[in-house]
């Protein structure tokens, strides 16, 4: 695969990913609690849009078409949106939980874009660098407004904790129950991978005590 091609790869992602966000971003808007967040994610959606159009540019530019690549990452990274709008949460602390799950895509945006810019470089393709560039600043700009509004957030969301009845436990959901059995399976198949990074620090440890001690 020539580097140019690993190029158009990057950007099909991306490509789909917005698009995927196009769609997501207004249910985000209509469930977040916050009028803070909701102008963020309104005032993000009509950016995105014209980071799809800024993409096709690129596709035009290159003579490529877009489309042919689905980003499972951004899906997931939507998904998680979509499991913070369906907790069982009120007021401030419902949006509190929100704040990880849109800052992630956010910063998912990010990476791909910076990848996608430092590939177009080498390339010497410098008026795709610089269009990359335009969004990547949008995508950094709306991931530091997540960030900004979800101080007033959390400060709120614990102010809220005082007045607020303690809730009564909820039989676990079938997907809670999935994803909490999936949890322990992570950190299972970890555990093999701790246990020899532990004994590796162990066995290092001394080495480094008799450097420290000739100096
Ligand atoms: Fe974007």
Redesign the pocket.
């Known amino acids: 695969m020539s580097l140019r091609e690993v190029l158009i790869d990057e950007l099909r992602d991306?490509y789909s990913?917005?698009n995927q966000?196009v769609k997501a971003l207004p249910k985000t808007a209509k469930g977040a609690e916050s009028e803070a967040l909701k102008q963020i994610f309104t005032e993000?959606l009509a950016?995105?849009k014209?980071?799809?159009e800024r993409l096709r540019q690129i596709f035009s530019l290159l003579g490529k078409k877009p489309t042919g690549k689905h980003c499972s990452g951004m899906e997931g990274a939507i998904d998680e949106v979509k499991e913070a709008l369906e907790e069982d949460a009120e007021g401030a602390s419902f949006d509190a939980g929100l704040v990880g799950a849109a800052a992630r895509v956010?910063h998912y945006?990010i990476a791909g874009?910076s990848a996608a810019i430092l590939i177009a470089t080498t390339l010497r393709e410098t008026e795709i660098a610089g269009l990359l560039k335009q969004?990547l600043a949008?995508?950094q700009n709306?991931a530091k407004l997540v960030m900004s509004a979800a101080k007033s957030i959390l400060k709120q969301a614990l102010a809220e904790e005082g007045d607020e009845p303690v809730p009564e436990k909820k039989p676990k959901s079938a997907k809670e129950k999935k994803s909490e059995a999936e949890s322990v399976k992570d950190e299972h198949d970890a555990e093999e991978k701790l246990a020899e990074s532990a004994e590796e620090t162990v066995k290092e440890a001394p080495a480094k005590k008799s450097s420290s001690k000739k100096k």
């Open positions: 991306l990913a917005e966000l993000h950016e995105t014209g980071h799809v956010e945006e874009y969004t949008e995508e709306a």
